[in-house]
């Protein structure tokens, strides 16, 4: 039974509702600790594995996130570790692997770390949960990659069976 942890950033939600599904899915065999990286001491030495979700953010992740693969990079390196990225670039099928989403290959150019294993998701959108001027944001990105302009959709473009096929990876790696 391995100790696993599952830190994550999540500004609207959905990245925690990813970690929620694999936790749920690793807890039958693993001892699992679920933890936003606002309340995380930093302590890794508990662990046997650590698996990192963070989403994007107008072209980046957490910053908090980065930080700390920045600076525990010598202890994840002794650890199986994992890294998710969620975003709605990840929507489109020709951008939802690690090897083709841009964020995920802007993000290790820019760090000096190769988890084990690497995913992307796609994300949620739900204009009605927007400020004002994320709003009109969104709509523009949206515009520019052909998505949905409407501020009354909600989408969850989530591929719930890839989460799941992650998790089996997860169990196993
Ligand atoms: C203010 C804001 C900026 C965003 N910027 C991007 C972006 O640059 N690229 C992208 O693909 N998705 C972007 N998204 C979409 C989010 O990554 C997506 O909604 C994801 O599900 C958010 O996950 P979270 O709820 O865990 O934070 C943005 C969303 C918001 C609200």
């Avoid at 500004?11 to 699992?32: A, E, F, M, S």
């Avoid at 957490?62 to 998710?84: G, P, V």
């Amino acid at each position: 039974m391995a100790k696993i942890l599952l830190l994550y950033a999540s500004v609207d939600g959905q990245t925690l509702k990813i970690c929620n599904r694999l936790r749920d899915q690793l807890q039958q065999q693993n001892t699992v600790n679920l933890i936003a990286i606002d309340d995380f001491d930093g302590d890794t030495v508990p662990y046997d594995k650590i698996i990192i979700g963070a989403s994007i953010r107008y072209g980046v992740h957490n910053k908090k996130i980065i930080d700390f693969i920045n600076t525990k990079k010598e202890q994840l390196d002794a650890l199986k570790t994992a890294f998710f990225s969620v975003n709605l670039v990840a929507r489109k099928p020709e951008k939802n692997t690690a090897d083709t989403n841009p964020y995920v290959i802007k993000f290790f150019k820019t760090i000096n770390w190769r988890p084990t294993l690497t995913e992307v998701f796609a994300g949620k959108l739900d204009y009605k949960k927007y400020p004002f001027f994320d709003r009109i944001m969104i709509q523009f990105i949206m515009w520019m990659t052909k998505g949905p302009t409407n501020p009354h959709t909600e989408i969850e473009y989530t591929d719930w069976e890839k989460v799941r096929e992650f998790g089996e990876r997860l169990n196993t790696f």
